[in-house]
């Protein structure tokens, strides 16, 4: 049980760090040109 819930937050933690990641090249991208 303990390793499923560790599992769904390495799994959103994951995401939320892709979603940075893009925003943050998104951001950068806009900025620039």
């Known amino acids: ?3 499923e ?3 769904k937050a ?3 933690l994951t995401e939320v ?3 940075i990641g ?3 090249n998104f ?3 806009n900025r620039i040109s």
């Open 1 to 3: 049980m303990r390793e």
């Open 5 to 7: 819930v560790y599992l």
């Open 10 to 12: 390495y799994q959103t």
């Open 17 to 19: 760090q892709a979603a």
């Open 22 to 24: 893009w925003y943050i």
């Open 27 to 29: 951001y950068n991208r």
